[in-house]
């Protein structure tokens, strides 16, 4: 079985400009869960979808956006991009939606740079 | 404000020997504690994920404890090897509607040959 899949790997963007990452999970999940990376933060929640609706959100300003298809694939927007956004930008997928023992699968993540 | 702190930092064994991460937090009310490993460039990886009835788990080398009372869970590896070098992450997530887990800064282990 296929594991989780994100595009592209690895982006360079500037101030301003927007971006849009995209994950696709494990075949069967339909839960999908962003989060960032970055060296002075450690790993961030943004949000989580299920079944095309967004269930959980975490504390980012509303640049950051997602949806979720049909076919559970994920995509992830930010808007007005600043340097701080430069991250490690990671999705997880599961087969529920996260609770208290499903098992999350980690994609290798896009490395997003803000130049 | 929910937190968790992950204790050493980072920490340098030889290959062989065996070590303990430490994990404190203060999320309320708890619902779970999870271990991830994190290779150098990849997503992080499940290692065991406990709710507040466990007190133990292990995955291979790897054990995990709760101590839901003092609210601190330790992760111990057993005979190290140098694919154990990773980041390693614990996360906890409060009980409730909203699934919003937490994250510790993580421990940085280092495997010497």
């Known amino acids: 079985k296929a594991g989780v899949t994100q595009t592209p790997r690895y982006l360079i963007k500037t101030r301003g400009q927007q971006v849009t990452l995209s994950c696709s999970p494990i075949s069967g999940h339909r839960s999908v869960s962003w989060y960032q990376q970055t060296p002075g933060q450690g790993l961030q929640f943004l949000f989580e979808?299920?079944?095309?609706?967004?269930?959980n959100k975490g504390n980012f300003p509303g640049r950051f956006s997602g949806r979720q298809f049909s076919n559970s694939r994920s995509e992830m927007n930010v808007s007005t991009l600043e340097l701080g956004d430069s991250a490690l930008y990671l999705c997880?997928?599961?087969?529920?939606?996260?609770?208290?023992?499903?098992?999350?699968?980690f994609g290798p993540g896009t490395r997003l740079t803000v130049l | 404000k929910n937190q968790v702190e992950q204790s050493p930092q980072s920490l340098i064994i030889l290959e062989g020997k065996n070590c303990t991460l430490q994990?404190?937090?203060?999320?309320?009310?708890?619902?779970?504690l999870r271990w991830y490993k994190q290779d150098t460039g990849r997503g992080p990886v499940s290692l065991t994920i406990?709710?507040?009835?466990?007190n133990t788990k292990s995955n291979g080398r790897y054990t995990a404890t709760l101590d839901a009372d003092t609210k601190q869970s330790s992760l111990h590896i057993t005979a190290s090897q140098l694919s154990d070098s990773a980041s390693y992450i614990c996360v906890v997530s409060a009980m409730g509607g909203s699934y919003i887990p937490t994250f510790g800064r993580g421990t940085s282990l280092i495997v010497h040959p």
């Open positions: 406990m709710t507040f009835s466990e």
């Open positions: 979808y299920f079944s095309e609706t967004q269930r």
């Open positions: 997880a997928s599961s087969a529920l939606p996260s609770g208290a023992d499903n098992e999350q699968f």
């Open positions: 994990c404190n937090y203060t999320v309320s009310p708890f619902s779970n």
